[in-house]
C-alpha cells in the first residue's frame, strides 16, 4: 500500500519541478533584482525601492500604462458587442451553414500573429497598401495608417479584433447555447419584445462567458507585444509602445533591475484589472 | 435559441462578416502569387500565378530552419504536455491525499500568473545557466503548464470510479489504470489537447524571442517577425515589391500548417477553445 499512497506525489510531481525551476526560482530571483541597479554584467548594487520610484515619476512608464488603456478601449468594449452580436446571429438553431460561418470567424485566430502582422504592415503601408490604394480610387487622401499617431493605435487594435472577435464569439456562443430554449417561448407568451427578451434574459445568462471573455482579453491586452513589436516597432513618437513592448524595452536597454521592478508593477495592475472585471461581471446572485 | 427562420438579413450579415475575417488570409495567400510589382500597382487583381516570390523567399530566408526547429520545440514539448498533464490531472481528479487541495490551489494561482512577469527573470535565469540560445530553453520553461492540468482533471473527474476499481481489481498497476484505462477514455479530450497545444506552441512568439537570437535555433515565428523588422528598417530600399512578395510568400507558407490542421480538426479545436471558458 505505500506505493499507492506515494502514487499521487509521484504523478503531479513532474509539474512542481517544472515550476520550481522556471517559475518560482525566477519569480523570487527577480523579486530580488527588482531592488537591486544591475546592468547585465558586473556588480548588482542594493538600491531599494529606487526602481518602482523611478518607474511611477517616469513619463515613460505611465505612457505605456496609458497606451495600453487607450488599446484597452479600443478592443474590449467593440468585441465584447460585436462578439454578442455574431453569438446571437449564429445562435438560432434553424440557421443553416453555421459549421461554415463558425470556421470563417475563427480562422484568423488560428493564424500565426507574426504572419498577420507582417501583413498588415503591407496592407496598411502608407504610400504603396491596398488600403490607402482602395482610398485614392474613392478620390480620398492617403492615411498615414502606421505612421501617424492618431492611427496606429486604431490599426493595431483592429489587427487584434480581426484575430480574436472569433474567439470571443465562440465563448459567448457557448454561454447562449446554455440557456434553454423554453425561457424565450415563455417571454414571448407573456409578450415580451425581442429586444426586451435580449436585455432581461440573454445578457444576463451569458454573463459569466463575458467575464470570462473580459479577464483573457484585459490580460491579453495589458500584455500586448507581438502586435507592436513586428508592425510598428512601437512607434510613430511611441504612440503603440504598449506595457508589454514597454517591459521589453527593458532588456534591449540591460536595465533589467528596472525591467524586474516593471514586470511587478505590471502584474499588480493586470491582477487588479481582473479582480475588478470579475467583480462587475459576476451574475448578482452568485457568492463564488 | 429563438426557434424562428433566420431572414434574409441574418444571412447576408453573416456572409459579410465571415467575408471580412477571411480576406486579410485570402489577400496575402493570393497576392503572394502575384508578380511582386504587381501587389504595389494593382494589389486587388489577381492575374496569372507565378512562384518567383517564393523562389526569391526560399533563397533569403532560412524559414527551413523555422520550420525544423519549431517541429522539434512542438515535438518535444507537445510530448511533454500529452504526458503529463493528464498523469497529473488523473491524481487529482481520483486520489486523494494530504495535501491535495493546497497543491491544486497552487495549480489554479499560476493560471493567474501574466505569462509576461516571468520574460526577464526567466532569461536571466537562462544567461546565468548558459542556456540562451539553446533548445532546451525553448522547450523546458512552460512545458508542463497549469492550465492544461486544469483542463485534464476536469475531463478525468467525468470518468465513473467503477472503470477505475475494476481496472484494480484485474490486477493493472496505478500506473497502468492511467495508460491502459484513463488515457483511452479521454481520448477526444486528449485530442483537443493536441490540437491547442500545437497551434499555442507553433504561434508562441513572446518567449522564443527572447530566449534565442542566433539564426540556427530561431523558430519559425521568429524568423518571420526578424524578415519583417528588417523591410521595416530599410524602407528606402531598391525593391519594394520584392521584399513585399517574399513577405507575404513566408507569411502564406506559415499560416498554411495551422490552417490544414483546423479546417480538418475544426470541432477539437473549438473544444480547445471552449475548454478555457469553463473556469471562468
Redesign the interface.
Known amino acids: 500500500m505505500r506505493s499507492v499512497r506515494l502514487t499521487p506525489y509521484l504523478f503531479v510531481a513532474p509539474f512542481f519541478v517544472v515550476f520550481a525551476a522556471f517559475g518560482i526560482y525566477p519569480l523570487i530571483y527577480a523579486l530580488q533584482l527588482s531592488f537591486m541597479r544591475w546592468r547585465g554584467a558586473g556588480a548588482a548594487h542594493w538600491v531599494g525601492a529606487d526602481n518602482y520610484l523611478y518607474l511611477l515619476t517616469s513619463p515613460e512608464f505611465w505612457a505605456s500604462l496609458g497606451n495600453s488603456a487607450v488599446m484597452w478601449l479600443l478592443i474590449v468594449p467593440i468585441q465584447v458587442v460585436a462578439g454578442l452580436g455574431g453569438a446571437v446571429l449564429l445562435a438560432n438553431a434553424r440557421l443553416r451553414l453555421r459549421g461554415l460561418y463558425r470556421v470563417a470567424f475563427i480562422a484568423p485566430f488560428v493564424t500565426p500573429l507574426v504572419a498577420m502582422a507582417q501583413v498588415w504592415i503591407v496592407v496598411f503601408d502608407q504610400d504603396h497598401g491596398p488600403v490607402n490604394y482602395l482610398l485614392n480610387l474613392a478620390g480620398l487622401p492617403d492615411v498615414g495608417w502606421l505612421t501617424s499617431t492618431v492611427w496606429a493605435k486604431p490599426t493595431l487594435a483592429l489587427l487584434f479584433l480581426w484575430k480574436t472577435t472569433g474567439f470571443a464569439i465562440i465563448i459567448l456562443l457557448a454561454g447562449l447555447q446554455a440557456v434553454p430554449g423554453g425561457v424565450y417561448e415563455a417571454a414571448a407568451l407573456d409578450g415580451a419584445s425581442r429586444w426586451r427578451q435580449f436585455w432581461s434574459i440573454t445578457v444576463p445568462l451569458v454573463r459569466r462567458s463575458m467575464a470570462f471573455l473580459v479577464v483573457v482579453q484585459t490580460l491579453a491586452v495589458f500584455q500586448m507585444f507581438a502586435e507592436p513589436f513586428v508592425v510598428t516597432e512601437g512607434g510613430p513618437y511611441g504612440s503603440t509602445t504598449t506595457a508589454g513592448l514597454y517591459l521589453y524595452e527593458h532588456i534591449t536597454a540591460s536595465d533589467l533591475g528596472t525591467g524586474a521592478a516593471n514586470s511587478f508593477l505590471l502584474v499588480l495592475l493586470v491582477f487588479g484589472l481582473s479582480l475588478g472585471a470579475v467583480r462587475l461581471l459576476r451574475p448578482k446572485d452568485e457568492v463564488s | ?6 431572414g434574409v438579413a ?1 444571412y447576408v ?3 459579410l ?3 471580412a ?2 480576406y ?2 485570402w ?2 495567400i493570393s ?1 503572394s502569387f502575384k508578380p511582386a510589382a504587381e ?2 500597382t494593382s ?2 487583381s489577381i492575374g496569372a500565378p507565378t512562384l518567383d516570390n517564393y523562389r526569391a523567399m526560399f533563397a533569403d530566408v532560412p524559414i527551413g530552419t523555422g520550420f525544423a526547429n519549431t517541429a522539434l520545440v512542438l515535438a518535444v514539448k507537445g510530448a511533454m504536455t500529452m504526458f ?2 493528464p ?2 490531472g ?3 481528479a481520483k ?1 486523494t ?1 494530504p495535501g ?1 487541495d493546497l ?1 491544486f490551489g ?2 489554479l494561482l ?1 493560471l ?14 537562462m544567461s546565468a545557466l548558459g542556456w540562451v540560445n539553446t533548445y532546451q530553453a525553448l522547450i ?5 503548464d ?1 492550465f492544461s ?1 486544469f483542463w485534464m482533471r476536469q475531463t478525468i473527474a467525468a470518468i465513473p470510479d467503477e472503470l477505475i476499481d475494476a481496472g484494480r481489481v484485474d490486477g493493472a498497476g ?2 497502468g489504470i ?1 495508460a491502459k484505462v484513463v488515457l483511452p477514455v479521454i481520448r477526444p479530450g486528449m485530442a483537443a489537447l493536441a490540437v491547442l497545444t500545437t ?1 499555442n506552441v ?2 508562441d ?2 518567449w522564443p ?2 530566449a534565442v537570437n542566433d539564426t540556427s535555433h530561431q523558430t ?2 521568429v524568423v ?2 526578424t ?3 528588417n ?2 528598417g530599410n524602407r528606402i530600399g531598391a525593391d ?2 520584392a521584399v ?1 512578395g517574399e ?2 510568400a ?3 507558407i ?2 498554411l500548417p ?2 490544414v490542421i ?2 480538418l480538426l ?1 470541432r477539437h ?2 473544444n480547445g ?2 475548454a ?2 469553463v ?2
Open positions: 435559441m429563438n426557434p424562428t427562420r433566420p441574418q450579415l453573416l456572409t462578416l465571415a467575408l475575417f477571411l486579410p488570409i489577400w496575402a497576392s501587389i504595389i494589389p486587388l503529463f498533464c498523469l497529473a488523473y491524481a487529482f486520489y491525499f491535495k497543491l497552487v495549480v499560476t493567474m500568473l501574466p505569462t509576461l512577469v516571468l520574460i526577464i527573470p526567466l532569461l536571466l535565469e523546458l520553461p512552460g512545458s508542463i497549469a492540468i496505478e500506473f492511467f497551434m507553433y504561434n512568439f513572446v524571442v527572447v519559425l515565428q518571420l517577425a524578415l519583417a523588422q523591410i521595416t519594394f515589391a513585399w513577405l507575404l513566408a507569411g502564406s506559415a499560416m495551422l490552417l483546423f479546417v475544426q479545436f473549438i477553445i471552449l478555457g471558458s473556469k471562468g
